[in-house]
């Protein structure tokens, strides 16, 4: 059985190939891999919702295969992992922390409060600043939900 690895290996020898040959070759390989791609997601569209309808289960455990799953991914018909919310919740504010360190603040992750809250302290000068309410709603708030659209509350506690 051949492995994602070697699979992938293979196509990028062959685009390796393929890069050094004149734009009107390269056009004419181009078209070609489109309209085979257009039919395998084609295919795999019509396959996927008969199997969904005939046992979900079978096709969940289809996607547990590497070469599957990276397939159906390359057609955008199974959608990416989410990371976990903490590393989502942790890059909003990895985000958001240049312009608090700008005026000599920060924030920090204080607690996730599952299924949708999320608690931050503003420290530095952003904890007293009179624009800090200003600074959650429109920074902190936004960056999180913009992340983590499961997160409805974000409460900045002392």
Same mark, same amino acid.
Do not use: F
């Given at each position: 059985?051949?492995?994602? &690895?070697? +699979?992938?290996?293979?196509?990028?020898?062959?685009?390796?190939?393929?890069? &050094?040959?004149?734009?009107?070759?390269?056009?004419?390989?181009?078209? +070609? *891999?489109?309209?085979?791609?257009?039919?395998? $997601?084609?295919?795999?569209?019509?396959?996927?919702? !008969?199997?969904? @309808?005939? !046992?979900?289960?079978? +096709?969940?455990?289809?996607? $547990?295969?590497?070469?599957?799953? %990276?397939?159906? =991914?390359?057609? &955008?018909?199974?959608?990416?992992? *989410?990371?976990? =919310?903490?590393?989502?919740? @942790?890059?909003?504010?990895?985000?958001i922390r240049p312009g608090l360190k700008s005026h000599h603040g920060d924030v920090?992750?204080?607690?996730? *409060?599952?299924?949708?809250?999320?608690?931050?302290?503003?420290?530095?000068? /952003? !904890?007293? /600043?009179?624009?800090?309410?200003?600074? =959650?709603?429109? %920074?902190?708030?936004?960056?999180?939900?913009? +992340? /983590?659209?499961?997160?409805?509350?974000?409460?900045?506690? *002392?």
């Open positions: 059985m051949t492995n994602l &690895e070697d +699979l992938v290996t293979e196509i990028s020898r062959y685009e390796a190939i393929i890069s &050094e040959w004149d734009e009107t070759q390269r056009g004419v390989v181009v078209g +070609l *891999k489109r309209a085979i791609e257009d039919l395998h $997601k084609e295919a795999l569209t019509r396959l996927i919702k !008969s199997v969904k @309808q005939e !046992s979900l289960p079978a +096709l969940q455990n289809a996607v $547990k295969d590497e070469v599957v799953y %990276g397939v159906l =991914l390359y057609h &955008e018909l199974v959608k990416p992992p *989410k990371p976990p =919310l903490l590393q989502r919740v @942790q890059a909003a504010l990895e985000e920090e992750l204080v607690a996730i *409060k599952p299924p949708d809250t999320v608690e931050v302290r503003l420290i530095g000068t /952003c !904890s007293n /600043c009179p624009s800090s309410t200003l600074t =959650l709603s429109q %920074g902190v708030e936004q960056a999180i939900k913009a +992340l /983590c659209p499961e997160i409805v509350t974000v409460i900045a506690v *002392k």
